[in-house]
Structures are given as structure tokens and as C-alpha cells.
């Protein structure tokens, strides 16, 4: 069984710049969700996907989108980056539905700088 | 929406004490609570959870306690050891068609020798 992995693991753009992060679930687990964590506080729900659908959303603005694809496996899209996006980006994988789907597993993060 | 309380902030014992690491939230209908901890530069790992329907639950020198009533959830380490160093996150999750993590701000826990 494979852990939640993310790439790339750092990255640095400039202010209204694009970007896409990609994360890959673990095995067996159909719903993703991001949170943004910046430094010295605790992760922040961005958004949720299940079944290659956005399934819940937290107060983040609509330059926040992403997607899901048929093995899973979900990108996070941020355009028109401002300097207060710079962050810790974490994909968390969780069971399908049923089955202790509020158990979520992290992966390694994305590491954003936005200069 | 829910809201998670977590204190202290930081948290500084000997090798060999215990500690507790204190949250509360506000949204009566959260019926999960994982703690996670995060060392420095690495992915937040699952220790322990609790679910609404268990007051108690352990593992080895960890336990966590929910008390329904007073909204509030303790993560308790005995016999601490330095690689029990670390910042450790509650959080609280309510399943509504769809389950996300309401997290506490964190606790810094620094074990000495």
C-alpha cells in the first residue's frame, strides 16, 4: 500500500503568476481534500473532491480551483497568486464512502513561495 | 462553522513527565476528533482518534478523552521521550455529505533530556 504523495515538494512563482500542484492518493482511497497551512498555524480546508467532483468547499476565493481524475489523483490550481498564498500546501487522502471516511492522510506538502 | 480551540500553544516538560494538550470546539454536531502531530518539515501524521460514541480510547503511552457535554477533547502522553518533540493538532470533523478537518492552532511540545 502506497502513502499520499505530492509534487513538486518546493516551488517559487511571482505575484500573479499560476500555479498547479498534484497529489496522488493513497491506495485505495476515492475522496481528496487540500488544505492550505501557513507558517505556525494549523491546516485550513480549501476545498474536497470525490468522484471527480468538488464535494465541499471552505472560505477560500474562486482563484482556488482543482480537479480529480478517474485513479484519483487531484491538482490544485491557484491563479493570480498574491504574496499571502505562500504556504504549505497538504492533499489528504480518505476512505470511500461508508467506511471511516473522516480519516484523512497527508501527504509530504508543497512548499509555495510567492515572491 | 466549527471553530477549534487548542491550548497551550507551547509546551515545555522533562523526559519522562506527561503531557496534555487541551481543545475545545463549538459545533455540536462534530462527531470525529483525530490529533495529529508534525515534526519539523514533514506531513502532519495521525496518532490517535476519537469518535462521539467513546469517552476514552488508548494506545501505548498515548490516550485521548472527549467529553460530549463541555465540547472539549484532551490528548494525554505519559513517559515522554525527546522524539515526542513536536507540534501536535487537534481537530475536529462533522460529517455532512461530506467530512473536512477543523483544525486547533497547534502546540509546540519540546521534551529535554
Known amino acids: 500500500e502506497t502513502g499520499v504523495t505530492q509534487s513538486p515538494t518546493h516551488l517559487i512563482k511571482t505575484r500573479g503568476q499560476q500555479v498547479t500542484l498534484r497529489c496522488s492518493s493513497q491506495s485505495g482511497h476515492n475522496t481528496v481534500s487540500w488544505y492550505q497551512q501557513a507558517l505556525g498555524q494549523g491546516p485550513q480546508f480549501i476545498f474536497q473532491y470525490y468522484r471527480e467532483e468538488e464535494n465541499g468547499r471552505g472560505n477560500f476565493p474562486p482563484r482556488f480551483s482543482g480537479l480529480q481524475f478517474p485513479n484519483y489523483s487531484s491538482e490544485l490550481n491557484v491563479n493570480a497568486l498574491e504574496l499571502d498564498d505562500s504556504a504549505l500546501y497538504l492533499c489528504?487522502?480518505?476512505?470511500?464512502?461508508?467506511?471511516?471516511?473522516?480519516?484523512?492522510?497527508f501527504g509530504p506538502g508543497t512548499r509555495l513561495t510567492v515572491l | 462553522g466549527e471553530n477549534v480551540e487548542q491550548h497551550p500553544s507551547t509546551l515545555s516538560v522533562q523526559e519522562g513527565d506527561s503531557a496534555v494538550i487541551k481543545c475545545t470546539y463549538s459545533?455540536?454536531?462534530?462527531?470525529?476528533f483525530p490529533w495529529y502531530k508534525q515534526e519539523l518539515g514533514k506531513r502532519p501524521q495521525l496518532i490517535i482518534d476519537?469518535?462521539?460514541?467513546?469517552g476514552e480510547k488508548k494506545d501505548q503511552r498515548i490516550a485521548v478523552t472527549l467529553n460530549k457535554t463541555a465540547k472539549h477533547f484532551s490528548l494525554h502522553i505519559t513517559e515522554t521521550q525527546p522524539e515526542d518533540s513536536a507540534v501536535y493538532f487537534c481537530?475536529?470533523?462533522?460529517?455532512?455529505?461530506?467530512?473536512?478537518?477543523?483544525f486547533g492552532k497547534g502546540t509546540m511540545l519540546l521534551v529535554s533530556p
Open positions: 476519537i469518535r462521539s460514541n467513546v
Open positions: 459545533d455540536s454536531a462534530s462527531n470525529y
Open positions: 489528504a487522502s480518505s476512505f470511500p464512502r461508508g467506511t471511516n471516511t473522516d480519516t484523512q492522510y
Open positions: 481537530a475536529a470533523s462533522t460529517l455532512r455529505g461530506y467530512s473536512t478537518l477543523t
